[in-house]
């Protein structure tokens, strides 16, 4: 379940016991001009290479060129509550505190054919997700570490239409690896059970942006859900039991398709304002459900997530040819219903980006450098799970999470 976990991980979104970018887990950390501006008008605004991860159709503003990026998240969290056993309190344990980094490298390069074709490639991490609590903390049981790493190997184009409209589309080689640890039972401290799971599918992207005059641009993009099956070991150790040993496990996850709304309007030579509108289906995920064929231990959770909408406004000044600045703010709601669907994995919630960014430019290289906190509001849990040996353990907790989260990106045109 390494790699189904590192898709939870995710879910956080990035963030550890919290997400790392989005709600959910949902990840958009791979272009350091998009975070300066909480990703608003994120695939038209035409600064950078990342267009074919979010609106292919927007390739077509840059020409031939590349750019690498590396984004470094951190996830504090602060959780407070109580583990009961049958519905008895288990003796006191320490808090759960999260604290970490993750880094999120990522790749873009294209080649512009002429006036209205061009085609590239990308490497980016679209979902991913990461809480890793102190090992002693009172939710043990309910999770240690979890972590889901997506990577996306794109390759796509975009032709245009008309001096209005260009189309764009891309195929996806999707990789997910997960990692959930937890112990396998709430009075066996030293126990452990781990799921470590990976596996391939594929994704597409699909998108059209309008541009009814110069320098005003619309664009509308459709992302698939993906559906695939990983596998991998399951691992059982110190329960003192025949079930003690390593087996096969197996999950299946179907990542969420999203439709993306963004538009770019350049005031004057001076400012750029910029838009963005993000459905996400999350009710896809609706139980995680891990398996192990081989002693018939099955582990469900049910998420039960809701569909969301996220919204983001962004403005750039080209303060001069070689400098601009940019600032964003965005809503980021949690797709977790209630505090009956927010689990420890997974104690995402309702989010507020603020952001900065700055880009230098000189002659054919360009650096760019983003920054994000994010108020993320407190929430609660109450989950109730059953151990591998059979038993009902229930964690109530409280969460209060925040996050921080630089990009760096250095482009070359050609």
Same mark, same amino acid.
Request: glycine residues 14%.
């Given at each position: 379940?390494?790699?189904?976990?590192?898709?939870?991980?995710?879910?956080?979104?990035?963030?550890?016991?919290?997400?790392?970018?989005?709600?959910?887990?949902?990840?958009?950390?791979?272009?350091?001009?998009?975070?300066?501006?909480?990703?608003?008008?994120?695939?038209?605004?035409?600064?950078?290479?990342?267009a074919i991860s979010f609106?292919?159709?927007?390739?077509?503003?840059?020409?031939t060129g590349g750019q690498l990026g590396l984004s470094t998240v951190q996830m504090h969290s602060f959780v407070d509550g109580t583990t009961y056993y049958n519905g008895t309190p288990v003796a006191d344990k320490p808090y759960g505190k999260m604290n970490f980094y993750k880094f999120l490298p990522s790749g873009f390069a294209q080649y512009k054919i002429n006036d209205? +074709?061009?085609?590239?490639? @990308?490497?980016? &991490?679209?979902?991913?997700?990461?809480?890793?609590?102190?090992?002693?903390?009172? !939710?043990?049981?309910?999770g240690i570490s979890t972590e889901l790493d997506v990577v996306d190997v794109a390759f796509g184009g975009a032709y245009k239409v008309t001096d209005q409209v260009t189309l764009g589309a891309s195929l996806i080689y999707r990789y997910v690896h997960g990692d959930i640890i937890n112990t396998a039972h709430p009075l066996m401290p030293n126990s452990r059970n781990e799921f470590d799971l990976d596996g391939w599918e594929f994704a597409?992207?699909?998108?059209?942006?309008?541009?009814?005059?110069?320098?005003?641009?619309?664009?509308?993009?459709?992302?698939l859900n993906? +559906?695939?099956?990983?596998? @991998?070991?399951? &691992?059982?150790?110190?329960?003192?039991?025949?079930?003690?040993?390593?087996?096969? !496990?197996?999950?299946?996850?179907?990542?969420?398709?999203?439709?993306?709304?963004?538009?770019?309007?350049?005031?004057?030579?001076?400012?750029?304002?910029?838009?963005?509108?993000?459905?996400?289906?999350w009710d896809i995920f609706d139980d995680f459900v891990m398996r192990s064929p081989t002693t018939g231990i099955t582990a469900a959770v049910p998420e039960k997530w809701k569909n969301t909408w996220t919204y983001s406004l962004g403005v750039d000044y080209y303060y001069s040819p070689e400098w601009t600045f940019r600032a964003g703010i965005s809503y980021d709601p949690t797709p977790i219903r209630d505090k009956f669907h927010r689990t420890a994995r997974i104690p995402d919630s309702n989010r507020l980006w603020t952001t900065l960014g700055v880009s230098y430019?000189?002659?054919n290289w360009q650096v760019d450098v983003g920054y994000a906190h994010l108020f993320m509001s407190k929430g609660r849990t109450d989950e109730t799970s059953y151990t591998p040996l059979g038993e009902v353990s229930n964690i109530k907790a409280r969460h209060d999470n925040y996050s921080n989260m630089v990009g760096v990106q250095f482009q070359y045109n050609f």
């Open positions: 379940m390494k790699n189904y976990t590192k898709f939870l991980l995710l879910g956080l979104s990035l963030v550890a016991a919290n997400n790392a970018n989005a709600s959910g887990y949902q990840l958009n950390e791979y272009s350091a001009t998009g975070l300066g501006r909480a990703f608003a008008g994120i695939g038209v605004v035409g600064d950078d290479y990342s609106n292919p159709a927007g390739m077509i503003l840059k020409g209205k +074709a061009v085609i590239g490639g @990308g490497v980016y &991490t679209p979902f991913g997700l990461a809480s890793i609590y102190n090992k002693e903390w009172f !939710g043990a049981h309910h597409y992207n699909f998108g059209i942006m309008y541009e009814p005059v110069k320098d005003t641009r619309f664009g509308v993009s459709y992302r993906t +559906a695939q099956k990983v596998t @991998g070991d399951h &691992t059982i150790k110190r329960t003192g039991t025949a079930k003690d040993g390593t087996y096969p !496990g197996v999950s299946k996850m179907t990542l969420p398709s999203q439709l993306l709304i963004s538009g770019y309007h350049k005031l004057n030579d001076k400012f750029g304002l910029s838009g963005a509108v993000r459905w996400t289906k430019q000189a002659k």
